[in-house]
């Protein structure tokens, strides 16, 4: 049996079955490479979107660095056999600065530059991310950060965008109308997750604050919002808060439905509450759609 070098990093790993390279036939060189994705013949279909998914990549939202979940896609035409798929992360590295700017300006760019590398149509981006924000205790108003889920979504065709949603996850309190009519003391209360997605007028701007209003008509129409941190005074404060405004999820889903129509940006929304019930071992869940 070959003895090898073992006080060295190359003779361990013969030692532990590595090999040398073979001598290979096929060309090392890029410029004498097969490029495959750019054969063109009849390829039966165009298709809607390839690109790459569940790339995760840091972005920057309102002052915090997070991680970034992204979606990347463009059309591809029915003659083309494939995207040049490195093409994505060095569109989006194109943009990056300490981390991707997440908004909707920035997006576009990104989305532009891809299309235009990808001389394709159109590109759609979906990124997942958590949004970070200050939160004060409402009685003794100490600052804590609290969060909230976010996806922006958006396509391009050209240099105009054609679809352009934001989706918001954020948690509250709900306290049952039906517990509190029928006890003698107390009400069952649970945590409820409340879900919009609100399709804007893709070319139109958005208030600046438009993250914040969908999350206030989210969280003041639930009995309690949710805080980092709570002394007593505040505890005692959220407590009696639930037990004067309790919600059925139904009635949750409908106020935070009629906020979202007063606001003007938004020209569609889905919005869906879901209670972690705290006396069964199932959720309870309402949805509705509505377009103005
Ligand atoms: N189209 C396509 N590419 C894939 C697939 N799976 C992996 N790849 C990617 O193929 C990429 C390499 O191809 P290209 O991006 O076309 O590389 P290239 O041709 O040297 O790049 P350019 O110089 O920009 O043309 C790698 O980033 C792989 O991730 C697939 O199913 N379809």
């Not at 410029?31 to 994705?37: K, R």
């Not at 908004?103 to 001389?119: G, S």
């Not at 949710?226 to 404060?237: M, N, V």
Request: some cysteine; glycine content about 4%.
């Amino acid at each position: 049996m070959e003895q090898y070098n073992l006080n060295t990093r190359e003779g361990r790993w013969k030692h532990f079955g590595s090999v040398d390279p073979i001598k290979g036939t096929k060309p090392t060189v890029k410029e004498q490479m097969t490029d495959l994705q750019s054969s063109k013949k009849n390829f039966l279909f165009e298709i809607d979107h390839v690109g790459i998914k569940n790339l995760t990549y840091p972005v920057r939202l309102d002052g915090y660095q997070t991680a970034g979940t992204f979606s990347l896609s463009t059309h591809l035409a029915k003659d083309e056999k494939g995207i040049n798929m490195s093409r994505i992360l060095e569109s989006v590295e194109r943009h990056y600065d300490n981390g991707l700017p997440l908004d909707f300006k920035t997006l576009k760019d990104v989305l532009i530059t891809l299309q235009t590398v990808m001389h394709q149509k159109n590109a759609t981006v979906d990124v997942e991310a958590k949004w970070f924000f200050d939160r004060f205790s409402p009685v003794t108003n100490l600052r804590a950060v609290g969060h909230a889920d976010t996806m922006f979504s958006l396509t391009v065709e050209g240099d105009k965008a054609t679809q352009k949603s934001l989706t918001l996850t954020a948690m509250v309190t709900t306290l049952c109308p039906c517990s509190k009519e029928i006890s003698e003391y107390s009400a069952h209360n649970q945590r409820g997750i409340v879900t919009v997605k609100a399709d804007f007028e893709p070319e139109m701007m958005l208030p600046e604050n438009f993250k914040e209003l969908m999350l206030e008509a989210m969280e003041v129409n639930a009995s309690s919002m949710l805080y980092p941190i709570l002394k007593r005074t505040d505890e005692k404060a959220v407590t009696e808060r639930a037990y004067e405004n309790p919600r059925f999820v139904e009635d949750l889903l409908r106020l935070i439905a009629a906020d979202l129509v007063e606001l003007d940006f938004i020209k569609g929304f889905t919005v869906e509450c879901r209670n972690e019930e705290s006396i069964h071992q199932h959720d309870a869940f309402a949805r509705l759609t509505y377009q103005k």
